[in-house]
């Protein structure tokens, strides 16, 4: 009975709730687009908007958030756990003078580095199902596909832990580097839009909004050649495996679509990275802040 009141009071605890519910906020505002992602990603033809009219007209608008309960399930967990890493590793890799002082810019980007890297544990499976629950096409679901449990037990019993965990290598690059980006360009791009806002902690919502969305969006463009090719390994299945890793996977992509194969619904992603990002970044400050302040919250109230 007493967890939650002890938890809450530590900085760790605080930290990680304030990253679950930067995480669900996420997900809810930006799955659509992410579903419109992954299928741009995994065809050779047609536009965003052609497939988002083929779903909303012949599959159900509810297509576009297929496969959400997965990462929804997780994805307080995953986040908070990202956030509260995040807070450790970038104090960890470069000490501040004064334990109120916010990390250095090198710091930010080597925590966020380790973090991305060490997150791609946990979202390797869970982006696995998703991506293959937002690529079915209506009429071809059976029993052992409705639902990510189904689906994630179906995999097991015929792959095993190999299967669960295809496409983590791949994952792992793309989540490593780009996360450290990430931070960076969040953490710079608050100072500068209000200077001094990282030691006071006094920063208007929109700019909490904007450096969100520009963090989101380099970091996508950063990473997003291996978000393609980790889609297309984690599609397969075992009666369609069509690539043997991740240099197979890019040499045939490249090969038989071209080099802007590597970009494809790159519009699509920054769209939805500069929403979702946005949101996060703001629904964890705010909560940290009420956190942290019992309930009250001062926040400057322009940019």
């Not at 980006?181 to 700019?207: A, D, I, Q, V």
């Not at 490249?254 to 970009?263: I, M």
Request: overall charge positive; some cysteine.
């Amino acid at each position: 009975m007493d967890f939650w009141p002890e938890f809450l009071a530590s900085s760790s605890g605080r930290e990680f709730v304030a990253g679950g519910f930067g995480g669900i906020a996420g997900i809810i505002s930006g799955y659509p687009l992410d579903t419109l992602r992954i299928r741009l990603q995994d065809t050779k033809n047609g536009s965003a908007f052609a497939i988002f009219r083929h779903m909303v007209f012949r599959e159900g608008p509810t297509s576009l958030y297929r496969g959400m309960g997965a990462p929804l399930a997780s994805v307080t967990f995953q986040n908070a756990m990202v956030f509260q890493t995040y807070a450790v590793l970038s104090r960890a890799f470069d000490t501040p003078v004064s334990p109120k002082d916010p990390a250095s810019y090198k710091g930010v980007a080597l925590g966020g580095t380790g973090t991305g890297a060490l997150q791609s544990l946990l979202l390797s499976p869970v982006e696995l199902i998703k991506i293959q629950l937002q690529l079915l096409k209506e009429g071809h679901m059976t029993e052992s596909t409705k639902g990510p449990m189904k689906l994630a037990k179906k995999i097991w019993r015929k792959e095993g832990l190999r299967g669960i965990y295809r496409g983590l290598g791949v994952t792992v690059l793309r989540d490593g580097p780009s996360h450290g980006l990430y931070f960076w360009t969040y953490e710079y791009m608050r100072e500068w839009l209000h200077p001094g806002c990282r030691k006071n902690g006094e920063e208007s919502l929109n700019t909490m909004l904007v450096a969100g969305g520009l963090a989101g969006v380099t970091s996508w463009i950063s990473c997003y050649p291996f978000d393609v090719v980790k889609t297309r390994l984690q599609a397969q299945t075992p009666s369609s495996l069509k690539y043997k890793g991740i240099v197979d996977c890019f040499k045939k992509s490249v090969k038989e679509e071209g080099y802007s194969v590597l970009w494809r619904g790159l519009g699509t992603a920054i769209t939805r990275a500069f929403l979702v990002n946005g949101v996060i970044f703001s629904a964890y400050e705010v909560t940290l802040r009420l956190l942290f302040n019992n309930g009250s919250i001062q926040m400057k109230e322009t940019l």
